[in-house]
């Protein structure tokens, strides 16, 4: 197996490179899997703590639904302004809420 390449690397550096036009566009994929497989756990946390009252969730949508969100995160992110996992929080938050309260599938087919 081959060693990480970005292990290395810092975290802001990282998301530096991901959003420069001058990675190639392999790199970028390779970054961004990286960085999100470092905060799946904390993603998948924070909707189980959001969710824990909820008799039906699907988390595979929702872990979906949260890369987006984290790929909008990545592309606006600051350092400056504190950690990833901090500007990650309130996205977050208002995708879980948004997932919470719109209708699902089977809601529309009960309505019709």
Known sequence: ???NPYINISETELIKKYNSFSAPCEESKSILTYLWNNYQSFIVKQCRQYFSTS???DFEDILQT????FC????????KLGKLTT????PLQHT???LYTSPS???YAASR
């Not at 909008?72 to 350092?79: P, R």
């Not at 500007?87 to 309130?90: F, G, H, I, K, P």
């Open 105 to 107: 599938p089977r809601d």
């Open 87 to 90: 500007a990650l929080s309130r």
């Open 55 to 57: 008799s039906y969730i």
């Open 1 to 3: 197996m081959k060693p």
């Open 66 to 69: 949260c890369f987006i969100t």
């Open 72 to 79: 909008e995160v990545i592309q606006t992110y600051d350092s």
């Open 96 to 98: 879980f809420c948004l």
